[in-house]
C-alpha cells in the first residue's frame, strides 16, 4: 500500500476553490511537493516547502502542512486545472521518495 | 533554457535490460541531484532513484536488486539500466532534476519522457 494517500477524484466548479490532501507520516518529517499532469504532458513542479511556487505558477495554487497531511489549494479554479495532481515527499521509512496515487481534478 | 531530453529504445523483451539515457541542455549535471521516475501506462507515478550531488545512488526498496543510475560527467549523461524486465516494468520513464537549494527537496525539471515496453 502506498505511503501517501490521497483522495481520487475531485470537483470543483469554475471559479471556486478546492483542497486537495495527501496524508503520511512522511509529512511530520518532511515538505511535500506537488505536481500537476495533464494528460499527454510530464508532471509540472507547481508547490513545494512550506509553500512555495516556481516561476510561472499561478498565485491561485497555494500549499500548506499540518501534522501528517500536507495540502494544495486551488483559489478560483480554471478549466486549464483540470489534470491529474500527485504529492510527493522523502519517506519516513528510509533514503528514497514516495509519490501519493494522485488525486484527479476536474473543473465542471 | 534548461531542458532535459532523453532517448533509449522503446521495446524490449523478457528478461532484457532496459538502458535510457538523458542529456541536461543549458546547465550542468555537477551540483545537482538527478533522478529517474516511471509511470505505467493510467497509472501513477513511482520513484526509480537518484544520483544526488555527492555521487550517491540511493534505490527505491522495490527496484534497488535490478536498478543501476549513473552520471557520465564528460559526455553530460545520466544513465538508468533496469535488468531482468518484465511486462510489469513497461512504463513511461522521467528523468528529472531533485533541486534542495533551500532545504527543501523538490523535482524541478522533467524530461519529455520515453514510453518503455516490455512485450514477447
Known amino acids: 500500500s502506498s505511503e501517501l494517500i490521497q483522495d481520487p477524484l475531485v470537483t470543483v466548479a469554475l471559479g471556486q476553490t478546492v483542497t486537495i490532501t495527501c496524508q503520511g507520516d512522511s509529512h511530520r518529517s518532511y515538505y511535500a511537493s506537488w505536481y500537476q499532469q495533464r494528460p499527454g504532458q510530464a508532471p509540472l513542479l507547481v508547490i513545494f516547502g512550506k509553500n512555495s511556487r516556481p516561476s510561472g505558477i499561478p498565485d491561485r495554487f497555494s500549499g500548506s502542512n499540518s501534522g501528517g497531511t500536507a495540502s494544495l489549494t486551488i483559489t478560483g479554479a480554471q478549466p486549464e486545472d483540470e489534470a491529474d495532481y500527485y504529492c510527493?515527499?522523502?519517506?519516513?521509512?528510509?533514503?528514497?521518495?514516495?509519490f501519493g496515487p494522485g488525486t484527479t481534478v476536474t473543473v465542471l | 533554457q534548461e531542458h532535459l531530453q532523453q532517448w533509449g529504445a522503446g521495446l524490449l523483451k523478457p528478461s532484457e535490460t532496459l538502458s535510457l539515457m538523458c542529456a541536461f541542455y543549458g546547465g550542468s549535471f555537477t551540483g545537482h541531484s538527478w533522478t529517474w521516475i516511471r509511470q505505467p501506462p493510467g497509472k501513477g507515478l513511482e520513484w526509480i532513484g537518484e544520483f544526488d550531488h555527492t555521487a550517491t545512488t540511493n534505490y527505491s526498496p522495490s527496484l534497488k536488486s535490478r536498478v543501476s543510475i549513473s552520471l557520465d560527467t564528460s559526455k553530460n549523461h545520466l544513465s538508468l539500466r533496469l535488468n531482468s524486465v518484465t511486462a510489469a516494468d513497461t512504463a513511461v520513464y522521467y528523468c528529472?532534476?531533485?533541486?534542495?537549494?533551500?532545504?527543501?527537496?523538490?523535482?524541478?525539471?522533467w524530461g519529455q519522457g520515453t514510453l518503455v515496453s516490455v512485450s514477447s
Open positions: 528529472a532534476r531533485v533541486s534542495r537549494s533551500d532545504g527543501y527537496s523538490r523535482f524541478d525539471l
Open positions: 510527493s515527499s522523502r519517506s519516513s521509512r528510509g533514503n528514497h521518495y514516495v
